[in-house]
């Protein structure tokens, strides 16, 4: 017995290739390197530093900068020193582990830097102080 309608394939089918396995991978790797980033908080001010025979590369996830004018900056604000505890606590908040480092102009008044970096080094802060090299 013959079979009817018995035919082979010979139309193609159209097969689509199925982008969201691939696109909720690239969004979740996305999502991670947002969350896993440090940025650090460039103070808005570039200060003329005093000059140093060593050197030490820190990587600071927090930069304070103080200018001739006795002016703290950080994130390209001008803080008073009242107001810089809850400012390094909000900082802190973002990222626990930061280490900071105290731009000082070299003609700012050192008792500035040096409350800067006291009041830091009170709330568990890692800091160094940037100066340019011979």
């Known amino acids: 017995m013959a079979r ?3 035919r082979v394939a010979t139309d193609e089918e159209e097969v689509e290739l199925n982008m969201t396995p691939m696109l909720d ?15 650090i908080k460039e103070p ?33 604000r001008v803080y008073e020193q009242a107001e810089l505890q809850p400012i390094i606590e909000q900082l802190l908040q973002e990222n626990p582990k930061a280490r900071a480092t105290i731009q000082g102009d070299e003609e700012a008044d050192i008792g500035v830097i040096l409350d800067v970096q006291d009041l ?7 800091v160094t102080i940037s100066t340019l090299q011979e």
């Open 25 to 39: 991978v690239v969004f979740i790797l996305l999502i991670f390197f947002i969350v896993t980033s440090v940025f």
């Open 120 to 126: 830091l080094i009170e709330n568990g802060v890692e």
């Open 44 to 76: 808005g001010i570039d200060p003329i530093r005093p000059e140093a025979q060593t050197e030490q590369d820190l990587n600071p996830s927090m930069l304070v900068a103080v200018n001739s004018e006795n002016e703290i900056w950080i994130d390209r």
């Open 4 to 6: 009817r309608g018995s």
